[in-house]
């Protein structure tokens, strides 16, 4: 049986790995308790190296939190520079968020917080060593390395070092993410999180992000496809946020989510849980899509963009080109030229085709489709298969 997991005690480890004592605020705590309880609770659930695997995710996390509290405390005035007109991009999940991230932050006027720099945050790169600080040559020598051992890796996220990051990685130094709950069977952890108040993770992600433009500076761009759950929060963290809606087939989204989180599964418990996934994963893609439509339900159609997965495959400089119209955002001759050259080196299916089905995890397009049919008669979403 694997070892149970101590919040205190990791909490002291983390300020013995920093040698700092004190973070900014001890919002990060609730959640932290959460997770605590639910692994320990399912720690039958867990092999010796998925709770290793783990532990050393909280503690990654915890010494984040302490590394950037510090920072911040000795350069407050970071704290007053404005994030201005950021854009947020979300769905539901495997809807071409990443896709759409990608060709945003190829354009060099836009700035989005990388892979890197998210796992190695202090001290902030500069504009000039965003892609050769020595941390970020370090990581890509190790996805390489991945890449070569595991080829595969490739066909379900099309990411890199160099390449911008979910927000979740950052959002879990709050122990608030959508993320964490995907690492097991965590019911305690999953209320929790689609219940609580996201202000503090949103706040926190705002001083996460005025500590990386410390010296890169830029138009924020920003992805998670969970942004969709707490948009009243987003709005009351950045009032002049602009907000990007990417659809695709959600019967097609849902097998895609059920197979990304069964690698999860894998890592953490060394077995899939397929009954978890298909109970568990379709009612969170539904539930991305029935949040983003009850805030417009609110608030009205245009304080979000939509875009098309479908179109943005068939022609995305045409499609990037249009969305960049209704952004009020100018398009360049740069911003063109880097999103073309990102495309001529990240062709689809690159690595190979990232292939599911909604059957291995007993579900059907059917069975699913009372789920999806307040979204699918309000949006024309091109079907696939």
């Not at 009351?236 to 019967?251: C, N």
Request: net charge negative.
């Amino acid at each position: 049986m694997a070892e149970l997991l101590v919040a205190d005690a990791l909490i002291e480890e983390a300020r013995k790995a920093t040698g700092i004592q004190d973070f900014d605020s001890e919002t990060y705590r609730e959640g932290l308790d959460v997770l605590v309880r639910d692994v320990n609770a399912h720690s039958d659930n867990y092999n010796e190296p998925g709770m290793a695997r783990m532990k050393g995710d909280i503690l990654h996390w915890l010494q984040n939190r302490l590394l950037v509290s510090d920072y911040l405390r000795q350069k407050p005035e970071l704290l007053t520079r404005p994030i201005k007109r950021p854009i947020f991009v979300m769905g539901i999940p495997r809807t071409g968020t990443t896709l759409m991230s990608n060709l945003l932050a190829a354009d060099p006027a836009r700035r989005s917080p990388l892979a890197w720099e998210i796992d190695e945050p202090v001290p902030p790169a500069t504009s000039a060593t965003l892609k050769t600080d020595p941390r970020a040559l370090a990581k890509l020598a190790q996805e390489k390395a991945m890449l070569e051992a595991y080829p595969e890796a490739g066909k379900y996220y099309r990411g890199s070092a160099i390449y911008p990051n979910e927000c979740v990685f950052f959002m879990a130094h709050d122990f608030k993410t959508l993320m964490i709950e995907s690492k097991g069977v965590l019911p305690e952890y999953k209320e929790f999180i689609f219940s609580c108040d996201m202000t503090s993770a949103y706040e926190y992600h705002k001083k996460f992000l005025q500590l990386l433009q410390q010296d890169a500076p830029g138009v924020w761009n920003v992805k998670k496809p969970s942004h969709s759950l707490w948009l009243e929060t987003i709005f009351k963290v950045y009032p002049d946020a602009r907000v990007i809606w990417t659809h695709r087939d959600p019967f097609s989204a849902t097998g895609s989510l059920c197979s990304i989180i069964s690698l999860n599964h894998m890592a953490h418990m060394g077995r899939i849980d397929n009954q978890w996934l298909g109970e568990d994963y379709p009612w969170q893609a539904a539930e991305h899509a029935n949040r983003i439509m009850d805030f417009r339900d609110k608030f009205g159609e245009d304080k979000i963009i939509d875009v098309h997965y479908a179109d943005l495959l068939n022609d995305p400089i045409g499609e990037t080109k249009k969305l960049y119209a209704k952004l009020g955002d100018e398009w360049t001759a740069e911003a063109e030229a880097g999103i073309q050259g990102w495309l001529d080196d990240n062709p689809q299916d690159k690595f190979g085709r990232h292939e599911y089905k909604l059957a291995q995890y007993g579900l059907t397009k059917e069975g699913l489709e009372p789920l999806f049919e307040r979204y699918l008669s309000r949006y024309d979403v091109a079907r696939e298969g």
